[in-house]
């Protein structure tokens, strides 16, 4: 029986049509194709695994004793590092695309999975498999919502393809690993980012026209390191905001239940991990995982700038008033925010300790939000590093 044979009673399902984590969909895209079928062991929002999966994946479990394996998952080594040349036009200097073009480029891989956008808007996610540098290159910047990037896996498996990199946030991740082994590959790659809050196209757009002074010609945005939103337009100039300058008291309800229900910020099941929260503005912050890791990362090396992580700082007397403020939806007045945001960024957390930061408040946040609206799922869908590092705090009821 061939693998795509063993799917088949998975049609009887009719992909696309249901969502077996109802509002807590992520809409990964795995419940587009016949892989519906395994959703119920594969879903993050339904049956968290990744404690086990991690152990699988990188072949031993996360240290809980050691402080930067409870917050970062399992690792060999992480790093602060820039590009010499950066990728015109992309998020920071192009670290992610660089990797998947020399997989590409020099044969160990004959696809990557990313995200394009459509040509209508250029928010709106369009997954694909790209088999050329100039498709790797239409993929470049982030679309900070929701996107079904899995839903390419049936395409996978038909397309005979045996060498893949695929490069996805935290719930497509666990997803991906709990069903690779179906997938016939001889050797799949993993390339991920951090991710936290993403939105609904409709939830974006109140966002950029909540926030920014232009959202018509938002071409990319970051919340980064300094404390600010960092937006860049069309014409090439940029607009901060920060972050205390923010209409909580609008945006609260704006992001995903999935993302108000996720606890894998850091991808902990990619091989390797590139975002930017752990390293000082403007660089980016790189996590190897695993051997397949160090080998992607080896790709390139040559290319980059890099230097040692850093700690700087204590983060947890402004997480503590965070979770306040934000469960009252406090916003604070701009020039207020603008003179809190410096204040902060010059002697608050920085490197490994703002990453900490926001971990420790998304984290608070989430908890809240399971125990509050599943109750239910509490116990099980916390993962035990996350209980850990929620319990540092006190939480309002």
Not at 66 to 76: A, M, S, T
Not at 152 to 174: A, D, H, Y
Not at 210 to 228: A, G, K, L, N, W
Not at 371 to 382: C, I, M, T
């Amino acid at each position: 029986m061939t693998s795509i044979e063993s799917h088949k009673k998975a049609k009887a399902l009719k992909p696309g049509s249901v969502r077996p984590a109802k509002e807590l969909c992520s809409e990964c895209g795995l419940c587009d194709t016949y892989y519906i079928h395994y959703v119920k062991e594969a879903c993050a929002f339904i049956t968290q695994r990744i404690d086990e999966l991690e152990t699988s994946t990188h072949n031993r479990p996360r240290n809980l004793e050691d402080e930067n394996e409870l917050y970062f998952g399992v690792h060999q080594e992480m790093m602060s590092a820039r590009k010499q040349q950066p990728i015109e036009g992309a998020q920071w200097t192009g670290i992610v695309s660089s990797i998947a073009i020399e997989m590409l480029n020099r044969g160990l891989v004959e696809g990557v999975v990313c995200v394009q956008n459509t040509k209508e808007d250029r928010f709106q996610p369009m997954p694909i498999i790209a088999r050329t540098p100039e498709e790797i290159l239409a993929a470049k910047v982030n679309k900070p919502t929701l996107s079904p990037n899995l839903s390419v896996l049936e395409q996978i498996e038909q397309s005979g393809m045996k060498r893949l990199l695929v490069i996805g946030v935290g719930c497509q991740i666990q997803a991906l690993r709990a069903v690779e082994k179906k997938l016939g590959l001889e050797k799949l790659y993993v390339l991920g980012t951090p991710c936290v809050d993403n939105v609904t196209r409709a939830g974006l757009q109140k966002f950029l026209e909540t926030t920014s002074r232009s959202p018509e010609t938002v071409v990319s945005y970051e919340f980064m390191q300094d404390f600010r939103v960092h937006f860049k337009h069309e014409d090439g100039s940029e607009e901060t905001v920060p972050f205390f300058g923010l209409k909580t008291n609008v945006l609260k309800d704006i992001f995903a239940p999935s993302c108000m229900s996720c606890f894998d910020y850091v991808n902990s099941l990619a091989d390797i991990v590139v975002g930017y929260m752990g390293a000082p503005y403007p660089w980016q912050w790189i996590v190897v995982r695993n051997d397949t890791g160090k080998e992607m990362l080896e790709l390139i090396k040559d290319q980059l700038d890099t230097k040692p992580v850093i700690s700087e700082g204590n983060r947890k007397p402004a997480v503590q008033q965070g979770i306040k403020a934000y469960d009252d939806a406090v916003t604070l007045p701009m020039f207020a925010a603008k003179l809190l945001g410096l204040v902060i960024d010059r002697i608050g957390p920085k490197g490994l300790e703002y990453a900490r930061f926001s971990i420790d408040s998304h984290f608070a946040r989430n908890y809240l939000y399971v125990k509050r609206n599943h109750g239910e799922k509490l116990a099980a869908h916390v993962p035990e590093f996350a209980k850990r590092i929620v319990a540092q705090y006190k939480l309002p009821e």
